[in-house]
């Protein structure tokens, strides 16, 4: 079993209206050349949430910390025009709060961070601060839900 230490929260990068299914988020990321979905879980805008690769796998999601975490992705985090905004439906909202809290149970020592958390700290400050940003994902602020 792989140590786990961190639980990365990314959004699909896509448009609030339209879809962006498990089959379309397999095709880009085949694209990228992957082998298949790099999150271990995807949470769709109705709150189904889609096991995408096993948990056993080193995920395909955060460079240089694939190998110690669990991806979770929801579907969106862009508005109709492209722009970065939490688009999380209240089901998103629930299922991700029921699913990360149900991966803490099994990693207890684990943290929850956006994907933007793991951009480079430039300054030396101790903080990653959104002008460090290498990318706005997940848009929203995950340290604020209280996970």
Not at 4 to 30: K, M, N, Y
Not at 51 to 63: D, I, L, Q, W
Not at 75 to 86: F, H, V
Not at 131 to 142: A, R, S
Request: charged share 30%.
């Amino acid at each position: 079993m792989r140590k786990i230490d961190l639980i990365v929260i990314h959004c699909s990068a896509t448009c609030e209206d339209r879809p962006f299914t498990e089959q379309d988020l397999d095709t880009a990321h085949r694209l990228r050349g992957f082998d298949g979905i790099g999150y271990h879980f995807y949470v769709r805008r109705n709150g189904d949430i889609r096991s995408t690769r096993p948990v056993e796998r080193v995920g395909a999601h955060a460079k240089g910390y694939n190998a110690h975490s669990i991806g979770i992705c929801y579907e969106g985090g862009l508005d109709c025009y492209g722009m970065a905004k939490d688009t999380r439906t209240e089901w998103q909202k629930h299922s991700l709060q029921v699913l990360v809290r149900a991966l803490k149970m099994d990693y207890p020592e684990a943290k929850v961070v956006g994907h933007r958390d793991l951009s480079p700290d430039v300054n030396g400050n101790g903080e990653v601060e959104p002008m460090e940003w290498t990318k706005e994902c997940p848009c929203f602020e995950v340290g604020k839900e209280g996970w």
